[in-house]
């Protein structure tokens, strides 16, 4: 059994099936890219994971913890979602980082949050019992985070001082600053200029090279090769193909990826 | 000179029941907008319908009249009657409740969907990511309109004389009954001091504020 296990997924607008039975696992430090034209629903897939919409029905497994149920999912607590959602994160398309805090506090404030929430209910929070040593790690943690990103300097800079791919970058620590066990990008390079893709895409990398699972929505159809280990192409609400690398890009037999491919490729 | 003094101290006390229903007023309507604006926002529908018809009724019928049916009202239906001011108070905070919740619908619905999506999967609860993502980025885009509104509401003090509130003109005008008309054109010196006052506040509020952009 796989790290993350995703089952018949259905999800509908109204009367508009966005995803039609979507089935796909992925192992732990893996990396699944998912491709396809606009409309085809990885974004909608996407959302679903990390709770922004609620699936239809199907089920959603991380390790041996199953995170959403169709069946049961109206009998979950708020408290109970929250808790699931946190083992997804998210990275934007559009950044969404909190204009008016810096850097640095963009990352700490949901941490910081999680703490004060923990030491009220268990007395703890990562082995420290006060709010101000849980500062500390919190701190600690972000600022180690910002290095790792590049961008330990700009950590008091307010978010419009940055470029798109610094802010990408933030973004990307913001989301990794809570643990996340399948970190999730939607489009993460579509809304930068050309010569400032290469950097966000460095640092996706980098995490690949550090085992993080990751799942990538995206249109770089070279990088998706480079990085990935699997391939997953969406089309109208289905997956029409999935595998390697070198299944899905380089050998495809599904008519709709070879039309697809060789569109993105000619553009 | 010693009558210009006298209309002054007589005046500045007017003034006093101006200023009075003013901070009432503000601090009481800023907190009630706020809830209504949740109210006009509520996906329960009879919750919302109810609180837009009242907010139209409200914004809709002229401030003088309410302050006439404040008064009125209660003592010709149920034979309770509240005393000038509070009537007045009233009146003021339910009027100036309905316009600030306008304005902070608008800021609430200004702010990007996205910002509220990035605290969710942040696991951020709904409380949380109002007071520590939304408000402020509402406070920033409500400044201007909200100032406009508070400097009206200084002059609209004034109304409350319609229900014989001893605020500066009612008392100017006693001295316009005595033949003597400039303190009635004085009065104008103190709505605009305190408005100019209101003004510099704002403008140190909105410089404050632009800490950052977006």
């Known amino acids: 059994m796989s790290y993350l296990n995703v089952e018949n997924l259905k999800k509908s607008f109204g009367r508009n099936e966005v995803l039609k039975n979507i089935s796909f696992s992925l192992d732990k430090g893996e990396v699944l890219s998912i491709i396809g034209s606009s409309g085809s629903g990885k974004t909608t897939l996407l959302r679903c994971l990390n709770f922004l919409e609620r699936a239809d029905s199907g089920k959603i497994t991380v390790g041996d913890k199953v995170v959403f149920d169709g069946a049961d999912e109206k009998n979950k607590s708020e408290a109970e979602i929250r808790k699931n959602r946190l083992r997804f994160g998210l990275v934007f398309q559009s950044f969404n980082l909190f204009p008016q805090y810096k850097v640095i506090n963009n990352i700490t404030l949901a941490p910081t949050l999680a703490a004060k929430e923990q030491l009220k209910t268990n007395g703890e929070y990562m082995g420290v019992k006060s709010l101000k040593e849980a500062q500390q790690l919190i701190n600690q943690n972000a600022e180690m985070l910002l290095e790792k990103v590049n961008l330990l300097e700009k950590k008091d800079e307010y978010p419009c001082n940055l470029s798109g791919g610094q802010k990408q970058r933030v973004a990307i620590a913001r989301a990794l600053a809570l643990n996340p066990d399948v970190l999730c990008f939607d489009e993460p390079t579509s809304a930068l200029d050309p010569e400032l893709t290469g950097e966000v895409l460095n640092v996706i990398r980098e995490l690949k090279d550090a085992d993080s699972t990751m799942i990538v929505v995206t249109h770089e159809i070279d990088f998706a090769k480079n990085v990935s280990d699997k391939i997953i192409f969406m089309d109208e609400g289905v997956i029409a193909e999935q595998g390697s690398p070198e299944k899905v890009i380089d050998n495809p037999s599904n008519e709709r990826v070879k039309a697809f491919l060789s569109k993105v490729k000619n553009s | ?214």
């Open chain 2, 1 to 214: 000179m010693e009558q210009f003094f006298n209309v002054t101290g007589n005046l500045l006390e007017g003034f006093g029941q101006n200023c009075i229903i003013f901070a009432v007023t503000l601090v009481a309507a800023i907190p009630l907008g706020l809830i209504v604006s949740f109210g006009s926002r509520s996906k329960c529908l009879p919750i919302k319908s109810i609180t837009r018809t009242i907010v139209w009724i409200i914004r809709g019928t002229p401030l003088m009249l309410q302050l006439f049916v404040v008064f009125y009202i209660p003592s010709l239906v149920w034979g309770i009657s509240f005393d000038r001011m509070t009537a007045a108070l009233i009146a003021f905070v339910i009027n100036y409740a309905a316009y600030f919740s306008e304005i902070f619908r608008g800021g609430i619905e200004a702010i990007p969907k996205e910002q509220y999506e990035a605290g969710q999967v942040l696991g951020m609860k709904k409380s949380q990511i109002f007071f520590k993502i939304v408000l402020l980025q509402v406070v920033k885009r409500i400044t201007a309109p909200m100032s406009n509104e508070i400097i009206t509401l200084v002059k609209d003090t004034s109304l409350a004389r319609v229900i014989m509130v001893p605020e500066i003109l009612k008392g100017a005008e006693r001295f316009t009954m005595q033949g003597l008309i400039w303190p009635l054109f004085y009065t104008g010196v103190f709505f605009l001091l305190f408005s100019g006052l209101l003004s510099i506040l704002f403008k140190f509020i909105e410089k404050k504020l632009s800490y950052y952009e977006g």
